[in-house]
């Protein structure tokens, strides 16, 4: 008996033994609420915060673990045992049954359902996009502005303001379409002024009332002040100080109590003991008054204490004088007498029909450049602490002069820059070509579905209004709109009008009629199809509705999939019912060149009817839409040496790979790692990338040029890298110290590099030694492309003996452990200049860029803004001229110079 049992034995334990897998996969489908899935179990000693799943879609989460990952070595299929979790830390979240109560532990399956959660879990996902907030308020309202976490609770601006939709017995309507990050979180208020002293006197925030909706509709009884144009006036303060002040700032509601958005305003010494301000174009204002541009510096009352907010209104404070009595926290600055360098390289960057915006280098100082003067004919416009700024409000067609001073925080000017004159642009007379083709893609009980040619437009097509029976419905800036809260078994007609961003309507498209769908006669029937790759769209045409192919358009599910639903009272052919519809499938509407082929690439017979289809085959290709989103997968196959990748691209602006970028290692075979990512791009055609072999740019591929996704009908494709710059490896890092010595009076010196993801914003700042030398810090790190820079903008790099840009410097560790640099100059520091800066000058003479004194056999070249080289010549000691297009920006470069010029 036992010489029996031996063979049965061993072949039970072969067989138990084959059981176990080099990796184990799970596939759960969850309800729709789900918002993250774990799976813990014996393989992991039941450790709820190992294994988090990864989502595949709204309802469908996958995992999988490789052998070597299990906690206990003896676990395989035959022996798993595991739950669901919602919250991965939470035993709370697992997973329950239909009747409620909490389910056994599961056996291994290759497809699992879990039916409801024991808790809800409390994360969500953003719900981003564009929300519409309307506002009824009194009818004594002039304008309205919508302020909130949107824009950072900043002071209201032209963006902000809301337009008015109508006036009606209740009052006023206003309207405004704002961008948010997330419709849950949104919060706001309303100001009838462009500042908060006329803000709701409804305290509380109002918030979206329904976050899935993309509008909300509120009312406001009233507000602090109502904003009338009418009233506005200067008002000249004069303010006495103690003696010895340095300076005074008045910092209030017309500023946003913000010291930088805008700026709190300077004011001007008379005397020792005197200052003056002028509030511009105030109707009241509350305000404080502060001897330093920071809050730990106000005033304070005879008492010692910090004095509540003042408050003005003109014109009963048109000339006001006030008086204070001491500061918190006084302070003896230091006295600082140099002015800051004069701005220069005024340009301008834009000229429309009433706005011109102007940018310039920035100035220097001993201390610091705190803010620049913008004047406008000569008298002064405004005051900004930006190297740009839009002058708004300009007559069309008009020339106007600008020029820009700097100031720093002693109230020190700079010489005024060089004078600059630009003229805005003239008028638009041409109206948007009127919208063709209105048509409707769905037709439902309550609503319809409309979409129209594009219009065209020399300055551009801005939005759509949609007109329903001769009435405005509503503006859209695309070309395809839902018009909702209609009546079942109705007729009605809708036109279209394009407008451009001047105020010209295009002519009314042509009328379109269409009824609605009637949901008390009749029967509703559903066609189902299942679609080859690539489709873009799917009609359905048939003996219902005369063969007509343009009436149907079928509704996208996914990729592969179209449904439509037809209420029977709509055929042409009332005889026609489900026993004898015959119909056929294409690929787009209106051409019979698309209708559905059969595998052998014959066209198929008519259709009977099923609730389910399968188009086999297309017979010629219907071209995709300007933009095609959706998810993709991106697998490389690289060599063996590779230890962990990266996937960088447009899909993530080009940023520093993060560990939302690093792929996953598919398997290991014959011709070396196979990773793979999946990612979500805004258009499939456009998408560009490239591979780093470790966390940085360093690591990137050998292959400079980015990698395109093959065709938008894909949804994956395999890329092979041969070899990298440099392959990341742990066990090879370490720290880095780096040590500047720079030019004499450096104040302070930054390092910006590929480990830093080359954004100025990541730079670090060196520790100033006391022999002047400045120190950095690597830590972590293998190889480093870094340069210096002596402030935190592009502008303030390094360069070497001939006034070009350092090239990157490079470090390796431990090579460069311990290294020691020199910076020869600044490029906008301590007068270094490129060579030859006297020899020759670029000016511009009607249409032309004139160089003069450009030695013989020297190049000189014109490039766009982009880089591009225009136009180039060789000079032989005379004049050279290049003609170019007004309203655009240049660079003209000779030798090592480069010089920016406005036509």
């Known amino acids: 008996m036992k010489k029996h049992l031996l063979p049965l034995l061993a072949l039970l334990s072969f067989f138990l033994f084959s059981l176990r897998l080099d990796a184990v996969t799970f596939n759960v489908t969850v309800p729709s609420e789900t918002y993250q899935c774990w799976i813990a179990g014996n393989f992991c000693g039941w450790n709820n915060n190992k294994h988090q799943m990864t989502k595949v879609d709204a309802n469908h989460y996958t995992l999988t673990i490789n052998e070597s990952d299990f906690s206990d070595q003896t676990v395989n299929l ?27 532990d599961r056996s291994y399956h290759e497809r699992d359902t879990v039916l409801s959660w024991a808790q809800c879990f409390c994360g969500y996902e953003p719900i981003k996009g564009f929300v519409t907030i309307n506002a009824q308020v009194p009818s004594t309202i002039n304008e309205l502005y919508l302020v909130g976490n949107f824009c950072s609770w900043s002071l209201p601006t032209d963006s902000t303001k809301m337009k008015l939709v109508e006036t009606n017995a209740s009052g006023k309507h206003f309207s405004l379409k704002i961008w948010t990050n997330d419709a849950q979180k949104l919060q706001y208020k309303f100001c009838a002024g462009p500042a908060w002293d006329y803000e709701q006197t409804e305290s509380a925030n109002f918030m ?22 009418t009233k506005l006036g200067d008002v000249n303060m004069t303010i006495n100080v103690p003696l010895g002040t340095d300076s005074v700032w008045i910092q209030g509601s017309l500023y946003n109590w913000n010291w930088n958005n805008p700026s709190a305003q300077l004011c001007t010494k008379v005397t020792d003991g005197k200052f003056k301000y002028t509030v511009k174009q105030v109707m009241q204002m509350e305000y404080r008054l502060y001897n330093k541009p920071a809050w730990d510096y106000p005033e304070i009352d005879s008492l010692g204490y910090e004095r509540a907010n003042r ?94 001073v700097a100031r720093d925080a002693a109230g020190n000017k700079s010489i005024e820059s060089a004078k600059l004159i630009v003229k805005t642009a003239n008028i638009d007379t041409q109206p948007p070509t009127q919208p063709s083709v209105l048509s409707s893609i769905k037709v439902a009980a309550n609503s319809v579905t409309l979409q129209w040619n594009p219009s065209t437009d020399d300055t551009g097509v801005v939005s759509y209004d949609v007109y329903k029976n001769g009435v405005f419905y509503k503006m859209t800036t695309s070309e395809l709109i839902e018009v909702t809260g209609l009546l079942p078994n109705t007729t009605y007609s809708f036109t279209v009008i394009a407008r ?9 498209s042509d009328k379109f009629v269409v009824s609605t769908l009637n949901t008390t006669g009749g029967k509703f029937i559903t066609f189902n199809v299942t679609v080859p790759d690539g489709t873009y769209q799917c009609w359905i045409v048939g003996n219902f509705c005369g063969w007509n192919n343009n009436k149907y358009q079928m509704s996208k599910v996914d990729a592969h999939h179209y449904i439509l639903t037809i209420n029977e009272a709509e055929f042409t052919d009332k005889t026609v019912n489900v026993s004898n519809i015959q119909y056929k499938y294409l690929q787009c509407g209106g051409d019979w060149g698309c209708v559905e082929k059969a595998a052998s690439g014959v066209e198929i017979l008519d259709r009977s009817y099923h609730e389910q289809d399968t188009v086999l085959k297309w017979p010629v290709f219907f071209p995709p839409p300007l933009v095609f989103p959706g998810y993709v997968t991106i697998k490389a196959q690289v060599s063996s040496s590779v230890n962990e990748l990266y996937l960088v691209g447009n899909f993530c602006s080009w940023a520093l790979p993060t560990d939302s970028t690093k792929m996953k290692l598919v398997e290991t075979n014959a011709s070396g790692k196979l990773f793979s990512l999946r990612i979500w791009t805004d258009d499939l055609r456009s998408l560009q990338y490239r591979f780093c072999a470790g966390p940085t740019w360093d690591y990137q591929q050998s292959k400079k040029e980015n990698f395109y996704f093959p065709s938008w009908g894909d949804t994956t494709t395999v890329e092979t890298i041969s070899s990298f710059d440099y392959i990341y490896d742990k066990a090879k890092l370490g720290t880095i110290k780096i040590k500047a010595t720079v030019p004499t009076g450096t104040i302070e ?21 006391q022999d002047g030398t400045f120190s950095f810090t690597a830590k972590d790190v293998y190889v480093m492309n870094y340069r210096l820079y002596n402030g935190l903008t592009w502008n303030d790099a390094e360069v070497d003996e001939t006034g070009k840009d350092q090239p990157n410097r490079i470090v390796e560790f431990p090579k460069d452990s ?11 520091a301590n007068g270094i200049q490129p060579v030859h800066q006297n020899r020759y000058r670029i000016f511009t003479q009607v249409s032309d860029v004139v160089v003069e004194g450009v030695e013989s056999d020297e190049r000189v070249e014109v490039y766009n803004l982009f880089g591009v080289m225009l136009k180039s010549a060789i000079s032989q000691g005379e004049q050279l001229r290049f003609s170019l297009r007004k309203g655009a920006i240049y660079l003209i470069k000779v030798g090592a110079k480069t010089v920016k010029v406005a036509m």
């Open 78 to 104: 035959s022996n798993i045992r595991y739950k669901y979790l919602k919250g991965g830390g939470d035993w709370a979240y697992v997973e329950k049954s239909a009747d409620g109560s909490e389910i056994p």
């Open 208 to 229: 979206m009332s329904d976050p899935i909706l993309s509008e909300d509709f509120v009312l406001i009884s009233s507000f602090k002040a109502i904003y009338d144009s």
């Open 311 to 404: 408050k003005l209104s003109y014109p009963a404070d048109a000339q006001t004088t006030i008086t204070v009595k001491g500061w918190k926290n006084g302070y003896t600055p230091y006295i600082d007498k140099q002015a800051p360098s004069q701005p220069t390289e005024l340009i301008f960057t834009l000229a429309t029909l009433n706005s011109i915006t102007l940018s310039w280098n920035a100035s220097t100082d001993n201390v610091s450049v705190i803010s620049y003067d913008v004047y406008k004919d000569g008298v002064f416009y405004i005051n900004t602490t930006s190297t740009w700024t839009s002058v708004l409000n300009l007559k069309q067609n008009t020339s106007y002069s600008f020029t820009v």
């Open 500 to 508: 451009d961003a001047f105020g010209h309507n295009s002519l009314e």
């Open 749 to 769: 010196c930054w390092l910006q590099g590929s480990f830093l993801g080359w954004k100025i914003e990541n730079s670090q700042l060196g520790i100033k030694n």
């Open 818 to 828: 311990v290294t020691s640099i020199s910076v020869y100059a600044w490029r906008n």
